[in-house]
């Protein structure tokens, strides 16, 4: 049987931090292979929020359908790791909607209102914790990552929630997955401050951004990941960029970033707390 050879387009040059608005799978498929040292992102979590542009990611009609779809970015995403670096991973769970096709208000977090909603997944029942972390987690490990760590995100001051039969959720997962067997990752930088060995559980406030009315990575959270991951000059991605607390960071740091971003609204917030000019911020179409 003959086979047809997929015409992948030139590599972008990378040769500083710089900002790219486009779709993730697409744009992270124009940057070079094995350049970047490290990875640090946060994917739209499934079916809770509709950020309103096509294209987005999270409302999926499936869980296998927005599972499929990160795999498939990330395969492209480990293409572009250099063989000895990782990708840190923090992705957030759910609950099964019942098949209601909205989220009812919440007085105590009213960001949590939706008009639209998947249905309830297969084989699950209404309120069941989704379990959406781990299957991901699973998914990338058959997918031929590395799954190194699970790292539990504990947020001391977690939004309050209007449930009684259940505990309040405080805690999200952050993932370590390296592309190789050995990889590069300094201990020393993110020791405790004890000395010892940094533990698996991360305490972390939230910490909101103004001007985003949407969920932002807390720095505190990004730091010891870069710390570990990186050395002063490599480059870091993230390609779900969103407010940019990836570039942020990695810019206090002496690290360089590109992020990817697809949302228009997001790329102006990141680009005025990064200070980016617009000779720094790419915007590709698909098929340039």
């Not at 919440?106 to 008009?115: C, E, G, I, L, Q």
């Not at 990004?222 to 490599?234: F, H, N």
Request: with cysteine; hydrophobic share 35%.
């Amino acid at each position: 049987m003959k086979q047809t050879k997929l015409f992948r387009p030139p590599a972008l040059p990378v040769d500083d931090s710089m900002i790219i608005e486009g779709d993730s799978l697409y744009a992270v498929g124009r940057l070079p292979s094995d350049f970047f040292q490290c990875v640090v992102t946060s994917p739209p979590y499934w079916g809770l929020r509709d950020y309103e542009i096509d294209g987005q990611i999270g409302l999926e009609p499936t869980l296998d359908q927005f599972l499929s779809h990160l795999v498939t970015i990330f395969s492209e995403v480990k293409r572009v790791l250099r063989d000895d670096g990782t990708l840190w991973l923090n992705i957030g769970d759910s609950y099964t909607s019942g098949n209601r096709g909205y989220r009812a208000p919440d007085k105590k977090n009213p960001a949590r209102t939706m008009s639209v909603r998947p249905d309830t997944p297969e084989g699950l029942k209404p309120k069941d914790l989704i379990g959406v972390p781990w299957r991901l987690a699973l998914e990338l490990q058959k997918n031929g990552w590395y799954l190194r760590s699970d790292i539990v995100w504990n947020k001391p001051n977690a939004m309050p929630e209007s449930v009684k039969d259940r505990p309040t959720r405080s805690h999200e997962y952050l993932f370590l997955f390296s592309k190789s067997e050995r990889y590069f990752y300094d201990h020393k930088a993110v020791r405790e401050e004890n000395g010892r060995n940094r533990r698996s559980v991360w305490n972390v406030h939230t910490q909101g951004f103004p001007g985003a009315h949407f969920a932002t990575f807390p720095p505190k959270l990004i730091e010891p990941c870069v710390l570990a991951a990186t050395k002063p000059g490599d480059f870091v991605l993230d390609p779900f960029f969103g407010s940019g607390t990836v570039g942020v960071v990695s810019n206090n740091l002496g690290r360089k970033y590109v992020g990817v971003e697809l949302n228009p609204e997001y790329i102006s917030i990141a680009s005025d707390r990064l200070r980016t000019g617009e000779n720094r911020i790419l915007r590709l179409a698909v098929g340039q």
